[in-house]
């Protein structure tokens, strides 16, 4: 999940710097004769997911869910397997004749595909949600980096992880994670106490 969230700050990112660069083109090509200078920034990924407060709590959140869901669907299959159990034995203690046992069965079948297709219908609500979050996470990103970029006049903001980043080497000066971050965490603070407030 880290990872894709990486590649998707890492698009929109590019995307909000490639658009201010545009903006300004022609403009800052040439001051006077003198080629302008290229004002970079590096943001980094791995640090913004650890540290992006609304980012971690909606990823808490969808743990949370997935854990009681899981529990759930376990919990189910523990039951189907020991109803299973249970008609081998009676079977086996001749308290139920085959064809009893044989409906029984059945009736088990049905329930464990109902479970299964259960199974896949969560799975794929799990993935739904996942990509929404990412999606959510890397709009509030890109708005904020618009609102903070009409400060900071960046003609690009490129994204650094630790694991295949594109940059291998760059100088700390140009490393703007930490002030992101706290930007991001402010103003997520601040719509919790709008929240808190209504």
């Known amino acids: 999940m880290k990872r894709f969230f990486s590649i998707l700050v890492l698009a929109v990112i590019i995307t909000v710097s490639l658009s201010n660069c545009n903006k300004d083109n022609g403009k800052n090509n040439t001051i006077s004769g003198e080629t302008a200078k ?5 943001v980094k990924t791995d640090t913004l ?22 529990a759930d ?4 299959y523990k039951s189907l397997q020991t109803k299973f159990l249970k008609i081998q034995r009676d079977l086996q203690n001749r308290m139920i004749t ?3 046992a044989q409906k029984k069965q059945e009736q088990l079948a049905l329930e464990q595909q109902k479970l299964q297709q259960d199974q896949q219908n969560y799975q794929v609500d ?3 949600k996942s990509q929404k979050l990412t999606l959510q996470i890397l709009d509030s990103i890109k708005n904020y980096l618009e609102v903070y970029n009409k400060e900071n006049h960046y003609d690009m903001i490129l994204t650094s992880d630790t ?5 291998l080497l760059f100088d700390k000066k140009y490393d703007i994670t930490e002030d992101v971050i ?3 965490n402010k103003r997520y603070r601040a719509s919790l106490e709008k929240k808190e407030e209504k």
């Not at 290229?38 to 590096?42: H, S």
């Not at 997911?49 to 899981?70: H, P, R, V, W």
């Open 38 to 42: 290229f004002k970079i920034a590096v």
């Open 49 to 70: 997911a650890e540290s992006y407060e609304y980012y971690n709590d909606l990823q808490t959140a969808l743990m949370l869910e997935q854990q009681d869901k899981e």
């Open 73 to 76: 669907l376990n919990a189910r």
């Open 98 to 100: 085959p064809s009893s």
């Open 126 to 128: 799990m993935m739904d």
């Open 163 to 167: 694991l295949g980043s594109n940059i």
């Open 182 to 184: 706290k930007g991001l």
